[in-house]
């Protein structure tokens, strides 16, 4: 009796994170791409063999985190032939983990790495933004001083707006 053994095709799966607002790879302000953490779940119709281990469909396969670059990426045979999912399951140091935080993609081809760095695959995250509130007040009466203008800048990019105060 003789067997006949397939190789299953495998690949791997690169993601980028981007600035939801600027649309690129360039965090804003202070904020950080890296450090996101994500998640590849297995969304085909059988089970999946990952370093070893079979997971049914809806488990979580792999875990992946980004570099200074805001870029992850698994081995070019991690995953076996089918579906996923890869979803950010926690955001970067300024981010909301609002945006684009899940796509799907598909391993088809033996040895390749299925690139999601482009600006319509990528993982897009909204920065976390603030505002504030200021009075300027007459020093001797204490009243409010009304059509003050004030300069605001950002110390991490060097931004600037002026503001002037209301009535």
Known sequence: ????????????VKIQKYDLQSGDGTAQGSAALEGAVFEITNMSSESVMVDGKTYD????????T????GLAQTASDMLPF??????????PKGYLGEGIVERTFVIAQDGVI??????D????????????????????TQ??????????????????????TDA
């Open 57 to 64: 469909p809806g488990q979580v396969v792999a875990s992946l």
């Open 82 to 91: 089918g579906l996923y999912k890869i979803t950010e399951v926690s955001p």
């Open 143 to 164: 009243n409010a001083m009304a059509g003050i203008p004030f300069r605001i800048t950002s110390n991490t990019t060097g931004e600037s707006h002026t503001i002037t």
């Open 1 to 12: 009796e003789h067997s006949i053994i397939n190789k299953v095709i495998r690949g791997g």
């Open 121 to 140: 695959q990528a993982i897009y995250d909204q920065v976390i933004r603030g505002d504030f509130e200021l009075t300027k007040i007459d020093g001797n």
């Open 66 to 69: 980004t570099d200074k670059d």
């Open 114 to 119: 299925v690139d999601m760095t482009g600006e």
